[in-house]
């Protein structure tokens, strides 16, 4: 499974981003797929995370009610909408796909249940 992201950029405090994500593979659909950043100095952290039924959606408190995360199981791609940007969100952006079994409820903010990542994303909040 490659993970292609992309959307990063520099954009004003207040501003909105959005990151795709990108899935090689014929079976996206039955991946769990997450977001997290890494800041400078700080260990990666989660972000959101969309179950592969669709049923459940998860985010960190930091960005709850700010981003959305959204998948499209047609064209293997998953979306972080970034809305209200902060300087504390800047940071590298990654996607991860876990493609095995269904990871238990209290593991899908660790990186350590994603077993693919694609390269990471820039984005600079910034006024």
């Known amino acids: 499974v490659q993970l292609q992201a992309s959307g990063g950029g520099l954009v004003q405090p207040g501003g909105s981003l959005r990151l795709s994500c990108a899935a090689s593979g014929r079976t996206f659909s039955s991946y769990d797929m997450g977001w997290f950043r890494q800041a400078p100095g700080n260990e990666r952290e989660f972000v959101a995370a969309?179950?592969?039924?669709?049923?459940?959606?998860y985010y960190a408190d930091s960005v709850k009610g700010r981003f959305t995360i959204s998948r499209d199981n047609a064209k293997n791609t998953v979306y972080l909408q970034m809305n209200s940007l902060k300087p504390e969100d800047t940071a590298a952006y990654y996607c991860?796909?876990?493609?095995?079994?269904?990871?238990?409820?209290?593991?899908?903010?660790?990186?350590?249940?994603?077993?693919?990542w694609g390269q990471g994303t820039l984005v600079t909040v910034s006024s």
């Open positions: 969309f179950r592969r039924s669709g049923s459940s959606i």
């Open positions: 991860a796909a876990h493609t095995g079994g269904r990871i238990i409820t209290s593991a899908v903010g660790s990186p350590g249940a994603y077993n693919y």
